[in-house]
């Protein structure tokens, strides 16, 4: 698919990027520690995964650039598993816990990606799509930044984050130009 190059030529590049900065507010947001599995839907090299590999019984990253992946296979604690997240190859209520951490305004059809979610999603399970908050001036310019670099980028609002998912119960938190849309599954 087109565009899918682009994150295959910055794996190396991303991988590098320092800790996670987010690590407490996404514990909160997900409702971490879980006994249960995890899906980093667009999880990439594995970087917040790894922030995150004491706080679940097992992660599985998804991701689409296998460049990316190959650093999330490096670590022992992942499961890296090679996918589009529109069409996870996952069964129906697999996991206790999704995350998406800035990569939902990456993806071709949102709204086929937040249907799958949420049917990878055990119930009482809850979905965390963490964003940049295009609500910002900050994140208006990385959106541009991208539009120019042919990433295909399509930010989408908080608010129109959690209208993706009206199936389940929504909440939304925002801090410092970053978003976090909550889903919890009845």
């Known amino acids: 698919m087109p565009g899918f190059d682009h994150f295959d030529f910055i794996a190396p590049l991303y991988h590098r990027i320092g800790a996670y900065s987010h690590l407490e507010t996404m514990l909160a947001c997900a409702d971490l ?3 249960g599995i995890l899906l980093d839907a667009g999880g990439g090299t594995g970087r917040v995964a790894n ?17 990316m992946l190959r650093f999330a296979a490096s670590s022992p604690d992942l499961k890296p598993a090679a996918a589009i997240s529109e069409f996870l190859p996952f069964p129906n209520d697999s996991f206790d816990r999704v995350i998406m951490v800035d990569a939902l305004h990456h993806v071709f059809h949102q709204s086929n990606t937040a249907r799958e979610l949420w ?41 129109e984050i959690a209208k993706l998912f009206e199936f389940g119960k929504t909440s939304v938190q925002a801090k410092d130009g970053t978003a976090w849309v909550m889903i919890q599954k009845a």
């Open 51 to 67: 922030a995150l590999r004491d706080h679940a019984k097992q992660i599985v990253v998804a991701d689409v650039s296998l460049g």
């Open 119 to 159: 049917r990878v999603l055990k119930p009482r399970g809850r979905i965390v799509v963490e964003e940049p908050d295009i609500r910002t001036f900050g994140v208006k310019l990385i959106a541009l930044a991208e539009k120019l670099l042919l990433m295909r980028s399509h930010f989408l609002a908080p608010g």
């Open 33 to 35: 520690p879980t006994a």
